[in-house]
């Protein structure tokens, strides 16, 4: 399995819309494309120097085939809807491959 992993630092004057519009909108749209079979999202429990609120959300594919497609297929299309968030946060994006889970 494969983790297609997004880290983002969201500003606090538009945390609340942007936690709702991921767990409403965002998410759900990334599930329907059935790339993925599961969505986990988490706080990261730092204080940033930069300040915001950074979260990650780990998106598991069954394989590197699908998290491919996703690429392909997906991706640019539902980054552009981020954009009402546009200049309110940092994102980076890591791919895991899952070694043992127990």
């Given at each position: ?80 809807k981020?954009?009402i ?18």
């Amino acid at each position: 399995m494969y983790i297609y992993n997004v880290t983002v630092n969201i500003q606090e004057d538009v945390h609340e819309k942007w936690v709702e519009w991921m767990k409403n909108e965002h998410i759900p749209e990334m599930l329907n494309t059935k790339k993925f079979i599961k969505a986990l999202m988490t706080r990261v429990l730092v204080n940033e120097e930069m300040g915001g609120i950074t979260y990650s959300v780990q998106f598991t594919a069954k394989n590197r085939q699908m998290l491919q497609r996703y690429y392909e297929e997906d991706a640019e299309r539902l980054r552009r809807k981020s954009a009402i968030f546009e200049g309110k946060f940092v994102a980076f994006r890591t791919e895991l491959e899952v070694v043992s889970e127990q």
